[in-house]
C-alpha cells in the first residue's frame, strides 16, 4: 500500500511535468492500445518505444464503444478485446514496469469500464505502477471536479482534458484552470485517424488558442501521421499525439520491435 508522503513526494515529481520542463518543445507522445496485437504485447512495445526516442506513452484500455476513435484503433480495440484484455489484467502487465520504463505513461480510455473497476482501487492502482496521468474523454468536467479530482490527485495522476476546434474560449480557459499535464488539443472534430494532413483552417485554430496564453502545455493529436504532420504540430503546440499511424505500425509483418524503431525515428529526426 503506497503511503501518503510517497503520493505527495509522486505529484511533486510528475514525470509529464518534469517531461515538459526539460523538453517543451517536439515532444512526441504515442499511443497504443492495450493488448493489441497481441495479448502480452504491452510492456514489449513500451521498451520498444522508449528505446526508439518516444517521450510520452499513452495506453488505450480496450473498451467496446471507443467514441472518439476512427476505425484503426476502433479495430485494435475489437481485436484487443477478442484477444482477453480487461483492466484488471492490463494492471497485471504493468506491475512491475517501472523497473523497465521510465518515461512518462499515460492511460486513456472511457470511463464505463474504470467505474466497473471501482474509480479507488483503480487510482491506487495506477499509483502503486507509477502512471502519471490519466485521458478519458467522455469524464464531464462537473463530474470531474465533483467527484474524481480529489482521489486523482491523492494518488499523483494528472488529468487531461480535450479541446477542438469548436471549444469556446470560455470553454478552453475552463478546462486550462482544470487541467494538469498537458491539454490535448484535438485537431479537427473528426475521429482519431480521419485525416493525414494540417488545413490551414486548423493553423488558424492552433494560432487562436496559442495566442490565449494558456499555463498548460498542448499537444496536438487526431491526424498526426508522419514526419511532415509532426513537424507541422510541433510549430503550433509543445508537440503531438500518433496513435492510428503507430498502430498500423504494430499491424505489420516482420520484426515489431525494428518496425517501431523506424517509425519513430523516422517522425522524429
Known amino acids: ?46 521498451k520498444a ?40 489484467l492490463l494492471m497485471e502487465q504493468l506491475k512491475d514496469v517501472r523497473q523497465k520504463v521510465s518515461v512518462p505513461i499515460v492511460l486513456m480510455g472511457y470511463i464505463n469500464p474504470i467505474v466497473q473497476y471501482g474509480i479507488e482501487r483503480f487510482c491506487e492502482d495506477c499509483a502503486a505502477r507509477g502512471i502519471d496521468g490519466l485521458i478519458l474523454p467522455d469524464l464531464p468536467m462537473f463530474e470531474y471536479l465533483e467527484v474524481y479530482k480529489p482521489i486523482f490527485e491523492k494518488n499523483g495522476l494528472l488529468n487531461t482534458f480535450l479541446i477542438t476546434p469548436q471549444t ?44 490565449m496564453g494558456l499555463k498548460n502545455p498542448r499537444l496536438i493529436g487526431f491526424g498526426i501521421s508522419n514526419k511532415e504532420t509532426f513537424d507541422k504540430a510541433c510549430k503550433n503546440a509543445n508537440g503531438a499525439i500518433i496513435g ?6 504494430l499491424g505489420q509483418e516482420g520484426d515489431m520491435e525494428a518496425n517501431i524503431n523506424e517509425f519513430v525515428n523516422g517522425v522524429i529526426r
Open 168 to 211: 469556446s474560449e470560455a470553454r478552453i480557459r475552463e478546462i486550462d484552470n482544470n487541467t494538469s499535464g498537458f491539454i490535448y488539443m484535438v485537431s479537427s472534430a473528426s475521429t482519431t485517424g480521419a485525416k493525414t494532413g494540417i488545413s490551414e483552417e486548423q493553423e488558424a485554430y492552433f494560432k487562436r488558442v496559442n495566442s
Open 244 to 249: 492510428s499511424a503507430f498502430i498500423k505500425v
Open 49 to 88: 518505444l522508449e528505446a526508439s526516442g518516444a517521450d510520452l506513452i499513452e495506453i488505450g484500455i480496450p473498451f467496446s464503444d471507443p467514441v472518439a476513435d476512427g476505425p484503426t484503433i476502433q479495430a485494435s480495440n475489437d481485436v484487443a478485446l477478442n484477444n482477453g484484455m480487461t483492466l484488471k
Open 1 to 46: 500500500m503506497t503511503n501518503q508522503k510517497e503520493i505527495v513526494s509522486k505529484a511533486e515529481m510528475n514525470r509529464i511535468e518534469k517531461l515538459f520542463q526539460t523538453k517543451p518543445n517536439r515532444v512526441l507522445n504515442v499511443y497504443f492500445t492495450a493488448g493489441y496485437p497481441k495479448l502480452d504485447d504491452t510492456v514489449s512495445i513500451l
